[in-house]
Structure formats: C-alpha cells, structure tokens
C-alpha cells in the first residue's frame, strides 16, 4: 500500500506517469524537458505510462559507477536527489511553470504554508502522492502525509511537508487524499473513528473498464459511512503533477454526493492551477474511472477506415503490378510487394482521406438547402462523420508522410539499382546517346513540386490541429487554415495526382485485367467534392446557404401589425408580413 515502489499506492493507474530511465548525457536528454533545467544535470527521461513516477536528477559530479550501479538502493538515492534538487519559486496555483528547477525548496519563502489555506493530508506513499505533496507544498498548503513507515518515507517528500504515521496525519487535517489501491482500503477500517466527518479524495483507478460491480469511489464509501468521498484528481498524472498542467490536462472531472465536500475539493483543484469539473453525485465515479482506460475512443472509427481503404487499394494494386505480369507475361514482381506496392498504396490512403474530411461539409450544406432550415437533426451517421473530421485528416497526413519517406527510400532498393544498370546496358547497346525526353521532364518536376506543396500544406494543418496550437488561434485564424488552407490542400492534391497520371488514363495498355489506373479511382471523391464546393461558392447558392445559417427558414413568417395611423389620409391598422 506504500513504499516507494510501483507496486505502492496507485502506481499501476491508467494515469499516464513517468518512467526513470537515467540519461547519461545531456545529448540524450530531450530538449523539451532539459530546457526546464538551468543546471547540468543528469535527468530522468518521462514518459506517459500506465504506472507513476517521481522526476529523477543526479549532479554530474556524482561517479557514473554509482549512476550504473545496480544496487536497490539506487532508487532511492536518485529519488531523494530528485526531491531535494533545487525549485524555481512559484505563485500558488501557478501551473505554468514546473516545479523543478534550481533554487532550494527550504530557502523559498512563496513555498511555505500560507497562512489561510487549510491542511491536507495524503495516505500512501507510492509516486502520485509524492507528485501530489509536492504540487500543494509549492501552492502553500501544509501537507501531512500519512505512511506505515514515515522514517523511512520521509526523505522522499519535499521537506516543507510532514511525514508522519496514518493516525496523525487524519487527526491534522480535514480533507484527505486516499491515495492506496482499492484492495488496501479496509486495512483503514481501524481507522474509522478518526476518519468520521473528513473529506475522502478517491484518487483510485481501475486496471480493467467495469471491472468491479461498483466503483472504487462508491466501494470505499460503504467502508466509511460518515465520511465524504470524493471522486476526484484521477484523470490525473503524477507528471501533470510536476511538469504543470497543459490543455486537456487540466481538466479535472469531480462528483460527490455532499456538495459542501464536492465545493471544497474543486477550490483546492482551482488553486492548483486545475479546471473543476462538476460530474453531479457519486455515481459517476465508475464512468470517470473509465476514461482514463478508454484507449484513443475518438480514433477507431477513423482507423479502421484508413485500414479498409488501405487494404482494398493494396489489393488492387498487387493484382495490377504483380499478379498481372505473373499470369500474362510469367515475370516475377512479388518484390515489390513491401515497398512498390505499399508506396502506392499510401498516397491513394492519403489523397482519400483528406477529401473525406470535407466531404461531409458538402453533405451538410445539401442538407441544409433542401430542407431549408439549419436547425433540423443530421442523421447519426452524417453527425459521426462531422466529430471524427480532426482524426481523418491526421491520418490524411500520416499516409502522406509515410508516402514521402518511402518515395526517398525508393531509389536504395537494390531491385531498383539493377534495373538502372540493365536500362543503361540496354542503351549502350542500342546506341542511344540521348534519352531525355522532355515532356517526362516537366512532368515529374511537376508532379514532385505539387506533391512537396501539397505535404507542407498538410503539416500546417496537423500542428494546426493540436489543443496547444489551436488554442492560440482565434475562430477566423483557425477557420482559415483549416477550411480554406485545407480546401487548397485539397486542389493541389488532385492537381499532383493529375501530374502523376498524365496521359496514362487514356493508355490501353494501362488497363491490364481492363482495371482502369489506380489513380483514376482515387480522383473520384475529391473532385466531386472540389465541384461541389465551387458550384456552393456561386453567388445564387451562396447568399442563400448563408441566410440559412444565420437563421433563415423557409414558410417561417413573422406578422408585424403596425400602430393605427392618424391624420386625414389614415385608413385604419395595416400589416406587414416578413
């Protein structure tokens, strides 16, 4: 239940943690998390992992015999380097900034225990409640920290917190993090008389979605009745904890069923820099619990997509460049199966894909002017296909990246080597001096322009796309890249996938197995789309689309009646209908 350990407290949670992997040099050190350093230090590589840990840093100083020793007690000594490693100075509930840094903790004044806040007190010992005590010390609350072996626990803490015995730390303070496994709840059953009245902070997760028939939350309710358990902090990362918290990681999902408690606990959330969520009672904890085990949910529906697609183009393909020359002319191609094949696979993946993310935009558009009004349901389906835009167009450009690195890997093949050699033998043999042919030249410039364009274009899009950057957009901003850049992307797109084809379309020869060109099929979706955007961009179309969305129905009318004149020329009340 404690330790230091990852087998302690909750530090086998879905919560995304850190893992210590000590780097050696500051090479290896990502520069993301060395800039964060103003010293030179030896850090500990983090990483989002199932299980939590504490930030490591070791003085370069120190002998690299002791850094590679295999000693058990390593650990510990890289943890208490970490926890007593200098801190910047932070305000309260500043989560901007990490908490490691270069200056003392014990020297710091901004980190003593403000005078005003209330004492918290965490059970457990394991790497969320170290993350955690440090985050409330630098926030200035007075922490205590319960542990069944404080002296031995206690150099792990910041110093500026108390480590003392379970019994203790729930006698000095009121609100209380719970911060152990659901199988060591009942061992604090013998203390139910202390913990009557305080406020419980369930930070527990689940290994499995639903794996209990009641939540952790609800589970350690029963056990302490005239408690207030609160579900809170578990979507929570230990390195959040440390780092500060970033976009989606600062929401915090809250229920409870005693809204005093429920109020309490989202002010502390609030001072640590975190955005409460109100989840209503206790019930919802089995749902919160779940989302930090739901693997990428919005996603699914956009792989398997591009997994489908990708399969039925690969297929297609094999049966074109390689089963074709098989049975006809008895050659073997089933070389080009990993890289040939795969490498014209992807840009059909990719070009599908981002037409996709705009097509249903055009679905939408005709729906709104058939039914003439903005304020009729889509079908589910069309709903669905609207949420999962941002997912699609991501895989757009991973297709598109991967396509561009295998296009560079082509010429390293030694298949390709050989038949480089065997058209230059040939040549020499015909006597041709002069191979160039220049309408093969212009097109591939061409082709290989569009498609460096259309790539930077779809990089924009992605980095766009991300909380951190999209953020800092305002609407119109992002609007325009998204919609209109993405539109261009679009165009250039079918404009390289023209280039590529040329005039193979129009080759009988091409057709083998009378199967039309890949490309060709590919072209479908996005043009149609392409027109359907142009023909919307029409003056007629576009005025009325517009007043659609700004509210306008069709057989709405709204009846004015007009004051009663007066003078010589009135004639009584008059309408006017609108």
């Known amino acids: 239940m404690e330790g230091g350990g990852e087998g302690s407290e909750v530090g086998?949670?879905?919560?995304?943690?850190?893992?210590?992997?000590?780097?050696?040099?500051?090479?290896?050190?990502?520069?993301?998390?060395?800039?964060r350093f103003q010293g030179p230090?030896?850090?500990?590589?983090?990483?989002?992992?199932?299980?939590?840990?504490?930030?490591?840093?070791?003085?370069?100083s120190i002998n690299e015999g002791i850094v590679n020793n295999q000693s058990p007690h390593l650990h510990l000594w890289c943890v208490y380097i970490s926890l007593h490693s200098p801190v910047n100075s932070m305000p309260a509930g500043d989560m901007a900034k990490p908490l490691l840094g270069h200056q003392n903790m014990d020297s710091v004044p901004s980190l003593a225990p403000?005078?005003?806040?209330?004492?918290?007190?965490?059970?457990g010992s394991g790497d969320f409640a170290r993350s955690l005590a440090m985050r409330l010390v630098c926030s200035g609350f007075k922490v205590v920290v319960g542990s069944r072996n404080?002296?031995?626990?206690?150099?792990?803490?910041?110093a500026a917190a108390e480590v003392?015995?379970?019994?203790?730390?729930?006698?000095?303070?009121?609100?209380?993090?719970?911060?152990?496994?659901?199988?060591?709840?009942?061992?604090?059953?013998?203390?139910?008389?202390?913990?009557?009245?305080?406020?419980?902070?369930?930070?527990?997760?689940?290994?499995?979605?639903?794996?209990?028939?009641?939540?952790?939350?609800?589970?350690?309710?029963?056990?302490?009745?005239t408690c207030s358990v609160v579900k809170a902090f578990n979507v929570t990362s230990a390195w959040t904890l440390q780092s500060g918290a970033r976009d989606g990681n600062k929401q915090v999902p809250i229920c409870c069923d005693n809204q005093e408690a429920k109020r309490a606990v989202s002010e502390l959330a609030h001072v640590l820099g975190f955005s409460p969520l109100d989840m209503g009672s206790l019930s919802a904890a089995r749902e919160i619990e779940n989302i930090p085990l739901r693997l990428l949910p919005a996603w699914?529906?956009?792989?398997?997509?591009?997994?489908?697609?990708?399969?039925?183009?690969?297929?297609?393909?094999?049966?074109?460049?390689?089963?074709?020359?098989?049975?006809?002319?008895?050659?073997?191609?089933?070389?080009?199966?990993?890289?040939?094949?795969?490498?014209?696979?992807?840009?059909?993946?990719?070009?599908?894909?981002?037409?996709?993310?705009?097509?249903?935009?055009?679905?939408?558009?005709?729906?709104?002017?058939?039914?003439?009004?903005?304020?009729?349901?889509?079908?589910?389906?069309?709903?669905?296909?609207?949420?999962?835009?941002?997912?699609?167009?991501?895989?757009?450009?991973?297709?598109?990246a991967l396509h561009a690195a295998y296009s560079f890997c082509l010429p390293m093949r030694r298949s390709h080597r050989y038949l480089l050699l065997n058209e230059a033998f040939k040549q020499i043999t015909q006597k041709n001096e002069n191979s160039w042919i220049e309408e093969e030249v212009w097109r591939m410039e061409i082709y290989i322009s569009f498609g460096i364009m259309a790539l930077g274009l779809l990089s924009l899009l992605a980095i766009t796309s991300l909380p951190s950057i999209s953020n800092a957009l305002n609407w119109r901003e992002f609007s325009f890249i998204q919609s209109t850049l993405g539109f261009v992307a679009l165009v250039i797109s079918t404009l390289h996938t023209l280039t590529y084809g040329w005039s193979?379309?129009?080759?009988?020869?091409?057709?083998?197995?009378?199967?039309?060109?890949?490309?060709?099929?590919?072209?479908?979706?996005?043009?149609?789309?392409?027109?359907?955007?142009?023909?919307?961009?029409?003056?007629?179309?576009?005025?009325?689309?517009?007043?659609?969305?700004?509210?306008?129905?069709?057989?709405?009318?709204?009846?004015?009646?007009?004051?009663?004149?007066?003078?010589?020329?009135?004639?009584?009340?008059?309408?006017?209908t609108v």
């Not at 893992?19 to 993301?32: D, E, I, M, W």
């Not at 230090?41 to 370069?60: C, M, N, Q, V, W």
């Open 300 to 400: 699914k529906i956009p792989v398997f997509l591009a997994l489908g697609l990708f399969l039925c183009f690969y297929t297609y393909n094999f049966i074109r460049q390689v089963l074709h020359p098989y049975i006809r002319d008895q050659k073997n191609k089933f070389y080009k199966m990993p890289v040939e094949v795969v490498n014209t696979t992807l840009p059909c993946v990719a070009y599908v894909m981002l037409s996709l993310v705009y097509l249903p935009g055009v679905l939408a558009a005709i729906f709104q002017l058939y039914y003439c009004t903005k304020y009729r349901r889509f079908p589910d389906w069309l709903d669905q296909w609207l949420q999962h835009r941002k997912q699609i167009g991501l895989l757009s450009f991973f297709c598109a």
């Open 504 to 576: 193979r379309a129009f080759d009988e020869n091409q057709y083998k197995f009378y199967l039309p060109p890949t490309f060709t099929l590919t072209l479908l979706v996005p043009c149609a789309v392409i027109l359907a955007k142009l023909f919307f961009h029409l003056p007629c179309m576009n005025q009325r689309l517009q007043r659609i969305r700004n509210g306008w129905e069709k057989g709405r009318y709204v009846k004015f009646i007009l004051p009663r004149a007066t003078g010589e020329f009135s004639s009584g009340e008059s309408t006017s």
């Open 150 to 158: 404080p002296k031995r626990n206690e150099c792990l803490f910041p």
């Open 41 to 60: 230090l030896y850090l500990a590589r983090f990483e989002d992992k199932p299980s939590s840990s504490t930030e490591g840093a070791i003085d370069p």
């Open 114 to 123: 403000a005078a005003g806040h209330r004492t918290i007190g965490i059970l």
């Open 164 to 225: 003392t015995f379970q019994a203790d730390a729930i006698k000095k303070s009121d609100i209380i993090f719970v911060a152990v496994f659901r199988e060591h709840y009942t061992t604090l059953c013998d203390l139910s008389d202390e913990l009557s009245g305080k406020i419980l902070v369930d930070v527990s997760n689940n290994a499995e979605i639903n794996h209990h028939k009641e939540s952790n939350a609800e589970y350690l309710a029963s056990l302490f009745p």
């Open 12 to 35: 086998r949670r879905e919560r995304g943690g850190v893992q210590r992997v000590l780097h050696h040099t500051r090479a290896r050190t990502p520069s993301r998390t060395w800039d």
